[in-house]
C-alpha cells in the first residue's frame, strides 16, 4: 500500500471534519501568530517539512509485515488520528472569548500538534523509514518554536485568562 494514502484519513479529520464542525475554525487553525527572528524561520522549516512528508509519503510503501515496528506504527497512527478528532472537535468550539480550554484542551495546551507527530511518527514507522522519521522530528522541532510564538501572542490576546490557563494545563502531554 502506498504510504500517502495514510494522509488520507488524517486530512479528511484535519479539514473536511473541523470544516464540519465550524468553518470559521478551518480559518483560525490556519493562522499562525505573528513572528519574528527565530520563528520566521521556524514557520518556514514548518512548511516546508510538512510539505516533504505530504510529498515523501507518496515514494514509500507501507510495510505490513507484523513486526514490532508495523505494531508500534499502527498503535502510534491510529492513536494519532484519535487524538486528532478530538483535538479537532474540541478546536472548533472555543469559549466566548476565543480560547480553547474544553475537551482534550484541558489536559493539553497544543493537542493538535501532539496529534500530528503521533500520527507521522506512526507513518514513519509503519513504512520503516528512518528519512521519513528524520523529517518528522524537523516538522516536530520546528512546531515547538511556532507554538512559543502562538503562547506569546496568546498571552497578549487573552491575559490572565490565558496565564491561569497556562498555569493548569501542561503545553504538549
Not at 4 to 22: K, Q
Not at 135 to 156: G, K
Request: glycine share 8%; hydrophobic share 50%.
Amino acid at each position: 500500500m502506498n504510504g500517502f494514502l495514510l494522509l488520507i484519513p488524517f486530512l479528511m479529520i484535519r479539514f473536511g471534519l473541523l470544516s464540519y464542525l465550524n468553518k470559521d475554525a478551518v480559518r483560525r487553525a490556519a493562522h499562525f501568530a505573528p513572528l519574528s527572528g527565530k520563528g520566521i524561520v521556524a514557520y518556514w522549516i514548518y512548511q516546508i517539512s510538512n510539505a516533504v512528508i505530504f510529498i515523501y509519503l507518496f515514494f514509500l510503501n507501507v510495510k505490513m509485515d507484523f513486526t514490532w515496528l508495523c505494531f508500534i506504527g499502527m498503535v502510534c497512527y491510529i492513536l494519532g488520528l484519535v487524538l486528532c478528532v478530538f483535538s479537532v472537535r474540541g478546536f472548533s468550539s472555543p469559549s466566548s472569548e476565543g480560547l480553547n480550554s474544553k475537551g482534550i484542551y484541558r489536559f493539553s495546551r497544543n493537542p493538535m500538534y501532539v496529534s500530528y507527530f503521533i500520527c507521522f511518527a506512526g507513518c514513519a514507522f509503519l513504512t520503516q523509514s528512518l528519512i521519513l522519521g528524520g523529517i518528522v522530528l524537523v516538522f516536530q522541532i520546528s512546531a515547538h518554536w511556532i507554538i512559543l510564538s502562538e503562547e506569546r501572542w496568546c498571552m497578549e490576546k487573552f491575559g490572565d485568562s490565558y496565564g491561569d490557563y497556562m498555569k493548569r494545563v501542561r503545553r504538549y502531554i
